[in-house]
């Protein structure tokens, strides 16, 4: 049985191939955006993967909705598996937001599915760090976001040389816009074309834009003026007092896909230019109004960044820890009498704290020996009935080669003030 295209395996080290992915840098970077946004004065919510399918349809916007896994479920329900996590937050916050305090600071870490077409840091699920401030509309708030963006990328040891954070404005469009065409319900078609068109052949986007009354000079001209809005250079500023000006650029080329976002709007990409984005993110200050119908307006902006392109970002940049297994202790069970006891011994470790394992059925003494090396084991013990039918626990140390014998009842604080002196 082979697993679906575009859905991972995460296997503990070592790996069973070298492009295999890790359980333990998972836990790793979601260790780090957990410890990052919790700086940040975040609180961690979840909601549920399916979603009824008409939470996406209205204002996640076409290509989307294109993506959805959904179907009819036994109940008769059309639900889709959730592609994104803006729509259930935003839910949510319309359900619940009287019962918090305004600004509203919430993060997540769910898993997201979209049948994409496979291609290099795109999957059919992945994960997503998501965080959302609610009921604030000052760009302070965007500043705010932005920083933690950046220092989540940093506390992973990315630096200026390997990210930058294109930040753009849809106002800014929105004025470019409205200024050329008075049609506004053909603001979203401009916008996707302005989207695609980093990736699309220049020829289509001219013969698009030309049937909004633009040309892709002027379009061009507006993009490379890079011209900070006056929005966009409270933010500059506000990074600039933090000292984190340097990983920011003023680009138009970003105006983002989301049908929702109604204002500042951003997006982290290495700075070779080699992946796709790393991040991406903005204002939505109308989608709570909208699922709500109405009864709820509050203003809302977050970003969202996966796990896949930031993974190749580390590995291709050395910036993964090396995860190798390490054991405090691994008993031996040489003589099968004395098991009962070292199960005892075991159980006092482990409530101690400690790493601790041993052979489940009787084994040979090599092959236990072997499977300690195996587990990197820092102890090995083994108790030894003594002439007066007393037992002791023989422990060695395998780093120092030493060996000590000592009551059972010491065992634990000996590995203890072990493990505290080689820390
Ligand atoms: P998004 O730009 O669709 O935004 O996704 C954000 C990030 O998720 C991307 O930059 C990328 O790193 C990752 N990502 C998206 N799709 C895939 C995929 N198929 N495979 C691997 N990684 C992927 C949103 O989802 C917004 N809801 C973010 C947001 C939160 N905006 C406001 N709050």
């Known amino acids: 049985m082979e697993r679906l295209p575009g859905f991972r395996d995460f296997y503990p080290e070592p790996l069973p191939q070298p492009d295999a992915w890790s359980a333990n840098v998972r836990t790793h970077i979601f260790d780090t955006w957990r410890a990052v946004a919790r700086r940040y004065g975040f609180q961690e919510y979840d909601g549920p993967p399916l ?105 992973l040891g990315l630096t200026s040389d390997d990210f930058v954070i294109r930040l753009s404005s849809r106002n800014a469009w929105q004025d470019f816009f409205s ?94 230019g080699e992946f796709r984005a790393i991040a991406g993110g903005g204002r939505y200050n109308n989608l709570v109004k909208l699922l709500s119908g109405g009864k709820v307006d509050l203003a809302g902006l977050g970003f969202g960044m996966g796990d896949v392109v930031l993974t190749e970002l580390l590995k291709a940049r050395k910036l993964l820890p090396q995860f190798g297994v390490k054991l405090p202790a691994y008993c031996l069970v040489e003589d099968e009498t004395l098991r009962p006891a070292t199960l005892g011994l075991i159980q006092t470790l482990r409530d101690a704290g400690l790493g601790a394992d041993y052979p489940l059925v009787a084994t040979k003494p090599d092959k236990q020996f072997k499977r300690a090396q195996e ?41 203890l003030s072990a493990k505290t002196t080689t820390q």
């Open 51 to 155: 979603e009824s399918l008409e939470l996406f349809t209205t204002k996640s916007g076409a290509e989307i909705v294109g993506q959805l896994y959904n179907f009819t479920d036994k109940g008769e329900r059309p639900i889709a598996l959730r592609p994104e996590m803006t729509p259930t937050l935003a839910r949510m916050i319309a359900a619940s937001e009287r019962a918090y305090k305004k600004p509203i600071k919430w993060f997540a870490l769910p898993q997201l599915f979209r049948y994409e077409r496979q291609q290099k840091g795109r999957l059919r699920e992945h994960f997503q760090f998501n965080a959302d401030i609610f009921g604030e509309n000052d760009v302070a708030a965007d500043a705010e976001l932005i920083a933690l963006l950046i220092d989540t990328l940093r506390a």
């Open 179 to 272: 200024t050329r065409c008075l049609e506004t319900s053909k603001a979203y078609d401009f916008y996707q074309i302005i989207d695609k068109m980093e990736r699309e052949d220049p020829a289509k986007s001219e013969a698009l834009l030309q049937a909004l009354g633009f040309s892709l000079a002027e379009v061009k001209h507006f993009i490379e003026s890079a011209v900070p809005t006056a929005e966009l250079q409270l933010i500059l500023d506000n990074l600039k007092a933090r000292g984190l000006a340097e990983f920011i650029r003023i680009d138009y080329n970003v105006i983002r896909g989301l049908a929702y976002y109604t204002g500042v709007v951003f997006e982290a990409f290495d700075c070779k």
């Open 375 to 415: 587990l990197n084991a820092e102890h090995v013990i083994r108790l030894d009935r003594q002439e007066d039918h007393s037992v002791v626990a023989k422990v060695k140390n395998l780093k120092t080669r030493t060996e000590v014998d000592l009551p059972l009842a010491e065992v634990a604080g000996h590995i």
